[in-house]
């Protein structure tokens, strides 16, 4: 059995990543299109063998509702128009899968949450990390005190984003805000499904360059520090202005393991260190050499499986909230100058 899934928004990542991931998913197949532009969905519907009358548009995107050949709607829209396209999915009676950041708001994604309750559909947030062997591999590592107690997690995620000056990503009322809820947010959720904890304090610095005409509306580089209730301090940064960092490393009082890179879509690696039992001035590090997945494909596979077997899915709207409500919490601690302080919460998901 394979769900049928319609991709909202034929931009860079639905075309380059996300349409060729089918042809390795097990539960799930592409069977309809949403689009602004009808002569490339015309055409990616031929590429992909699906039906031309189910190629749809903004306006006429409710109608899906009236669509058997679709399970679930998977948004890859920009950021702010999550909502919109979660809410109205929802109200057609169908599940979401729904790109990272969850949206530009506390407000928007609570109110996503809210649809797909009252619509009886399940939500899902398409962290694919979450999903990729090399993660689940760093996390099992570290449940399994390998490492000793963790101590503290470094992450960066960033890249020099050249391009087009009027892209949506240095719109902040299309983006939500600049190199943070694009990129960051991947060290941001690392920290947590590494600690399985949720943060206690939060401090923050940001900084754009003035006179770089592409951060008007937008942050170019965020450093956020947290403490999680276990004592493990996390150290991020993610910036639109420097040459690409996609990694972390966590340090145990026995061991650091990291991924360099640990965000990208492929070439991911996996290196531990720990102290030579037989020279103490020797270090081993060896990698940890796992097969390769396309982690889309895991990701969607994840979300047909939890809808087959009526599932949580891993990462659900709540997972995406969260992260929405810390980025809210970093901008205020940047601009405060002043550390935040939350009260203790459990992980969203312990069993991570
Ligand atoms: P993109 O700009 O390449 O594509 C966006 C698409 O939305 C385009 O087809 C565009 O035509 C369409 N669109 C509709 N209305 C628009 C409007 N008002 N303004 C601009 N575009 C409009 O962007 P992308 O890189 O494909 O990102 C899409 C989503 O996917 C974002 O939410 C982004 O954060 C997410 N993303 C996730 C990953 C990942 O690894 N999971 C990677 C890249 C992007």
């Known amino acids: 059995q394979r769900l049928g899934f319609a991709i909202v928004g034929l931009g860079r990542l639905a075309l380059e990543e996300i349409m060729p991931a089918f042809a390795e998913c097990k539960l799930a197949k592409p069977t309809a299109l949403v689009s602004g532009d009808a002569a490339k969905a015309n055409q990616v519907a031929q590429q992909y063998g699906i039906k031309p009358q189910n190629v749809y548009n903004y ?87 390998e490492l000793g107690t963790v101590k503290l997690i470094q992450a960066d995620n960033g890249q020099n984003q050249g391009g087009d000056l009027n892209q949506w990503r240095l719109k902040r009322a299309l983006a939500g805000g600049g190199s943070l809820p694009d990129v960051g947010i991947y060290c941001l959720n690392a ?9 206690i304090e939060i401090s923050a610095q940001t900084f754009s360059t003035p006179g770089d005409p592409r951060f008007k509306e937008v942050e170019e580089s965020v450093t956020f520090q ?112 002043k550390t935040i302080t939350l009260p203790r919460v459990s992980g969203l998901d312990v069993t991570r």
């Open 226 to 337: 947290m403490r999680f209730p276990s004592g493990v301090l996390a150290i991020c940064s993610t910036s639109y202005g420097f040459h690409e960092a996609r990694r972390f490393r966590v340090f145990g009082s026995d061991a650091w393991g990291q991924l360099d890179p640990a965000f990208s879509y492929n070439g991911l690696r996996m290196m531990i260190s720990r102290k030579s039992p037989t020279n103490s001035m020797a270090e081993n590090i060896s990698e940890v050499r796992l097969s390769e997945k396309n982690q889309f494909a895991l990701e969607i596979d994840h979300m047909a499986d939890c809808v087959i077997g009526n599932k949580q899915p891993h990462t659900p709207g709540e997972e995406g909230l969260q992260d929405q409500k810390l980025i809210a919490l970093i901008y205020q601690a940047a601009q405060t100058g």
């Open 59 to 145: 306006q006429n995107y409710d109608n899906l509702r009236n669509n058997p050949d679709v399970d679930v709607i998977y948004i890859v829209l920009p950021n702010s128009m999550h909502r919109e396209y979660t809410v109205r999915g929802a109200k057609a009676g169908k599940h979401i899968l729904c790109e990272k950041p969850m949206a530009t708001t506390v407000e928007d994604a609570q109110q996503m949450i809210d649809a797909c309750k009252q619509a009886n559909r399940k939500l899902m947030i398409a962290y694919r990390c979450q999903y990729e062997p090399h993660h689940r591999a760093m996390i099992q590592t570290i449940r399994s005190k």
């Open 191 to 199: 920290t947590r499904y590494l600690t399985g904890e949720e943060p």
